[in-house]
């Protein structure tokens, strides 16, 4: 199938991901219009009803209503996948959504059972790269965090983080570097300790005092779980306690708490 | 004592190395060495070509991700309500939870006491720009159809938000809860057309005394899945 529609670029055969945006400032009202070009995806994976037969739903969802039946031994196409709903095509033209329970009981040209990728716990244990986000109280003060991790071994990871700080009396951000040990990762809930270091800036609020703009270096260990939630999902809680190097004669300590979400791919 | 050390240690190190057809052998490790070919049967005069169909299943495009961009009205409290506009960034976990982002735009006016006095400015210029960003989570809690006519059915959904960031405004960043409502329209399975209203909540100590100002957005949007 090759649809050629006006947005259509005609090219040579393109990886079936390739959309292109393309943003189109309205004049008065400065909308952002965006319009997808999909390079034609002449290569689509068929499969065969082995079930008696495969119910095409009007949505990707549970509620939708079936309204059509595809029955033992035609074949579809499946255009697309959402969350684990699959868009199949039928030899006549007929679209609809099947979910995962039922895709995987067709068949493959090849006469075995169609298996699809799923993350699964194993996943959750050996997956090389991590990203999240995690909110909490960091020494009185919110903070909003992005992670980046990538796994040395199932056991050991190292980590990159970004963080934004917004108390009553000072903002800031703080970046840092940090290993992470899991001594059992193969655990649902798996307990993590944590080290490292980094950078602190802050800026007292300008309607307080006037105080001046801070940059220190950081100390901090923690300990933490990450919990596995399903798919490629997971959440995590941690709590860490940080020393701030600050130029004046004492140190200063400072309590983190945090609680979000992040994937592993 | 000595050499039988250095005997064990060897015996050690031969069994590392694994990669070794003889020591794989040695130890019953290696696969079993293939059986001297036997003579042809005289009777085969046929030699069956069955040839196994290497077959390379193309990827699934996957359609989890949904980008685009929203225009609308913000209040500021106290400051009026100006354009506001901005981008969002969803990925769908599953059928009913999203993860979603958005970054946005608006400028403040002026408070009435600015206006009534004269002249009186609480904040500067650059002080009423008004960025803010978000994240949030949100749930597909009313999923359905709608009908044009006899003949088209759009799906669409009603769904329900909640998360934090910051709103960089009035000289300050500021920590900002928001949570709404919004209604997604699908034109096609990836095109979708969005309505939302959402209530962005911080505090705020720029008149006197510290409250938790409630700053109110509607806006309509257009996203594309991919």
Request: proline content about 4%; overall charge negative.
């Amino acid at each position: 199938m090759s649809e050629h529609s006006i947005t259509t670029i005609p090219s040579t055969p393109q990886p079936t991901k390739s959309v292109w945006f393309g943003f189109v400032a309205a004049v008065v009202l400065q909308v952002f219009l965006t319009a997808p070009l999909f390079a034609a995806d002449d290569e689509l994976r068929t499969v065969t009803v082995a079930d008696p037969y495969l119910e095409l739903h009007t949505g990707p969802g549970r509620g939708y209503p079936v309204f059509h039946v595809v029955d033992r031994g035609e074949s579809v196409d499946i255009v697309m996948q959402r969350t684990d709903w699959y868009k199949v095509r039928t030899n006549r033209g007929r679209e609809g959504w099947v979910d995962r329970e039922q895709m995987e009981l067709t068949l493959q040209p090849d006469g075995q059972r169609v298996s699809f990728e799923r993350a699964t716990i194993e996943d959750f244990t050996n997956a090389r790269w991590e990203t999240g986000i995690l909110a909490g109280d960091f020494g009185g003060a919110n903070i909003i965090s992005l992670y980046g991790s990538y796994s040395l071994n199932p056991n050991v990871s190292v980590e990159l983080w970004g963080s934004q700080i917004l108390g009553n009396f000072s903002n800031g951000w703080m970046a840092s570097a940090n290993v992470v040990h899991e001594a059992w990762p193969e655990w649902r809930v798996s307990p993590f300790f944590t080290l490292g270091a980094g950078y602190i800036h802050t800026e007292p609020k300008s309607t307080i005092i006037q105080g001046e703009d801070r940059d220190d270096q950081i100390g901090h260990v923690g300990v933490g779980f990450r919990i596995y939630a399903t798919r490629r999902f997971l959440l995590r809680a941690e709590y860490k306690s940080y020393v701030v190097f600050t130029s004046r004669d004492e140190n200063e300590e400072v309590e983190e708490w945090k609680v979000g979400f992040a994937f592993f791919f | 004592m000595e050499s039988r050390f250095r005997v064990l240690f060897l015996i050690v190190a031969m069994i590392s190395l694994s990669g070794c057809a003889a020591t794989k052998n040695l130890f019953g490790f290696g696969s079993r060495e293939a059986a001297p070919p036997t003579a042809e049967p005289p009777g085969q005069v046929i030699d069956p070509e069955v040839e196994r169909r290497e077959v390379k299943e193309p990827a699934i495009d996957r359609e989890d991700f949904e980008f685009g961009a929203f225009v609308g009205v913000m209040g500021i409290e106290d400051f009026g309500s100006d354009l506001s506009y901005g981008l969002r960034l969803a990925y769908h976990i599953t059928e009913g939870f999203f993860v979603e982002t958005t970054a946005g735009y608006s400028r403040a006016g002026k408070t009435s006491f600015e206006i009534l006095s004269g002249g009186a400015e609480l904040i500067s210029d650059s002080e009423r720009d008004f960025y803010y960003y978000n994240l949030n989570v949100g749930y597909n809690i009313l999923p359905g159809e709608v009908f044009l006519g006899e003949g088209r059915a759009y799906n669409t959904s009603l769904y329900l938000i909640a998360g934090l960031g910051s709103t960089t405004f009035a000289g300050d960043d500021r920590f900002t809860v928001n949570f709404g409502a919004g209604y997604r329209f699908l034109l096609t399975d990836s095109v979708a057309l969005h309505l939302d209203f959402r209530d962005h909540l911080f505090d705020i100590d720029l008149l006197g005394e510290e409250k938790t100002a409630h700053n109110l957005e509607g806006h309509l949007g257009v996203t594309v899945f991919f």
